[in-house]
C-alpha cells in the first residue's frame, strides 16, 4: 500500500485560503485515484473531492464545489486541495486518501473504496 503524509492546515479567517499537500511514496502513485475527505468534532468523515489517476477527472461534495480545486503531480507523487473562500463549517481535519483497489471505475467517492490514508491535519476557520 502507498503512504501518504500530509502537509499543510492550520488556522485561517473566513473568506481565507489554504492549501493541503498530501506526498505518496511507496507504491506506483499514478494506479491510483486521490481523494480528500474531512472530519469535523462529532461527525462522521465525509467526502470532499476526488481525482482520476491521469488527473483528467475530478468530483467535488456540493457544500465545496466552486471554492476547492483538487489537483496532482504524478511526476512528484503529490496530490493537493486548494481551498478559497473558507467558511467555518469547512473546520474539521482533513484526510487525503489513496484508492483500495476494490473499486471499479475510473474514481468512487465512497468512503470504503479507499485503501491508505493519511495522518490528517486541522483546519480552522474563524467567522
Known amino acids: 500500500q502507498v503512504q501518504l503524509v500530509q502537509s499543510g492546515g492550520g488556522p485561517v479567517q473566513a473568506g481565507g485560503s489554504l492549501t493541503l499537500s498530501c506526498a505518496a511514496s511507496?507504491?506506483?502513485?499514478?494506479?491510483?485515484?486521490m481523494g480528500w475527505f474531512r472530519q469535523a468534532r462529532g461527525k462522521a468523515r465525509e467526502f470532499v473531492a476526488v481525482i482520476s489517476r491521469s488527473g483528467d477527472s475530478t468530483a467535488y461534495a456540493s457544500s465545496v464545489e466552486g471554492r476547492f480545486a483538487i489537483s496532482r503531480d504524478n511526476a512528484k507523487n503529490t496530490v493537493d486541495l486548494r481551498m478559497n473562500s473558507l467558511k467555518p463549517e469547512d473546520t474539521a481535519v482533513y484526510y487525503c486518501?489513496?484508492?483500495?483497489?476494490?473499486?471499479?471505475?475510473?474514481?468512487?467517492?465512497?468512503?470504503?473504496?479507499?485503501?491508505?490514508w493519511g495522518q490528517g491535519t486541522q483546519v480552522t476557520v474563524s467567522p
Open positions: 511507496g507504491g506506483a502513485f499514478s494506479g491510483y485515484y
Open positions: 486518501a489513496a484508492d483500495g483497489g476494490h473499486c471499479s471505475g475510473e474514481f468512487d467517492e465512497r468512503l470504503g473504496c479507499f485503501g491508505s
